[in-house]
């Protein structure tokens, strides 16, 4: 629907919210479950005034709004996983797409953002990789004010994103709050190839830089991103 709106001239800054979504999608075209009243799910029209190789910032940008709320709102403390994933205790509480839409007032994009509320926002059999607001605090977050101080926060990063040094600031911020950002042994699943190594912060767009285990510097655009536990190898 903020699709559609942005394609018929919607301003920027429209959120669209839903109690319930019955076709949710992530990253890569998969579902996003979004059972009623379980999650927050929103989407916002946003209408970037910079060039757009910088637009995959504005992930990262809604990637910090998201744990300012949540820890503003909930008082939950997350981690960001490049490129869009937030981790409570190593699993799943949110996640971010962002999509270009073509419109006749230009390109816009449109953030979409998903986080379980509670634990009915997912199936059981991904409880080991997921979790949710009320499963970390103890006590059930009220949609509503998660919603006003999210508003709030992706406000104040989507501006600062659009000072002239933005970028810069946008990204040492990520950094700040992301255990991904350094030195995290991570494995990399491309759409040819799947490769392991550690990660060396990221490029000036918000692409991932992995050293290899043969020292190569890799740079990930697109893929899907993990971590991996590390092997404490010993010598006889």
Do not use: M
């Not at 996003?32 to 190789?53: C, I, K, N, T």
């Not at 709102?73 to 409570?88: H, Q």
């Not at 986080?115 to 006590?139: C, I, Q």
Request: proline content about 4%; hydrophobic content about 45%; aromatic content about 4%.
């Amino acid at each position: 629907e903020a699709a559609r709106q942005a394609a018929a001239g919607a301003p920027e800054g429209l959120c669209v919210v839903a109690r319930e979504q019955t076709a949710g999608r992530g990253r890569q075209r998969r579902a996003w479950l979004s059972p009623r009243d379980a999650g927050l799910y929103v989407s916002v029209v946003l209408r970037p005034r910079f060039e757009q190789a910088r637009w995959p910032l504005v992930t990262l940008a809604a990637a910090l709004a998201v744990r300012d709320a949540l820890k503003e709102a909930c008082g939950l403390a997350t981690d960001i996983k490049w490129p869009n994933d937030l981790l409570a205790r190593g699993r799943k509480v949110c996640g971010i797409l962002a999509e270009v839409v073509e419109t006749k007032a230009g390109r816009a994009a449109v953030v979409g953002i998903g986080v379980n509320l509670d634990e009915r926002a997912f199936p059981p059999e991904l409880r080991e990789s997921a979790t949710s607001v009320a499963a970390e605090t103890g006590s059930a977050p009220d949609a509503e004010e998660v919603l006003r101080a999210l508003t709030r926060t992706l406000a104040h990063r989507y501006a600062e994103l659009q000072h002239h040094d933005g970028a810069a600031t946008t990204l040492r911020a990520w950094a700040s709050h992301s255990s991904f950002a350094e030195g995290k042994r991570v494995r990399v699943a491309l759409a040819a190839e799947t490769f392991e190594g550690h990660t060396r912060g990221l490029e000036p767009d918000g692409a991932l830089r992995v050293e290899t285990d043969a020292g190569d510097i890799r740079i990930v655009r697109a893929g899907d991103v993990t971590a991996v536990r590390e092997v404490l190898r010993t010598e006889d």
